[in-house]
């Protein structure tokens, strides 16, 4: 298995720069405030971003990756994840996170940067044509 750890570093870190500029820039420009708690709303739009945001850069860095691209995705969404988290408990702020969002829509918004960052390498595997995984049975016996 071949993980390029500097594209899977800088990939998760890459997501959360990503959806930091877009997700609270977008909020602050809409004139929503998250400090006063999340909506419905809000939550759904944070989800939905969270997933495409992690896809677009999953998939734009796959490209690069000769195979294991799901799995380099996936890594750079658990490292855009451990990030956020992070940042906010070194912050202490996860109380708050918690509260805002409620604890079950906190792991399923963050769960959709994990799902995103999954299947945008997934999709750069299709469109290649290559492989999800390889040929164990090739190299048996060598």
Known sequence: MKI???RVLGGGFLIEVVLAVVLIG???AAGVDLANGVSTVSAVIIGVGCFVGAFIVVAWLARGLERQRAWNGLL???V???LYVGLISGSGQMATALAAYGPVTFVIVNGMRLLGALLGG???DRRSGAPAAPEVA???GR
């Open 138 to 140: 090739a190299t048996r």
């Open 122 to 124: 997934i999709a750069v």
């Open 80 to 82: 855009a994840t451990l």
């Open 4 to 6: 390029n750890w500097l």
């Open 26 to 28: 977008g909020f602050a």
């Open 76 to 78: 750079m969404g658990v």
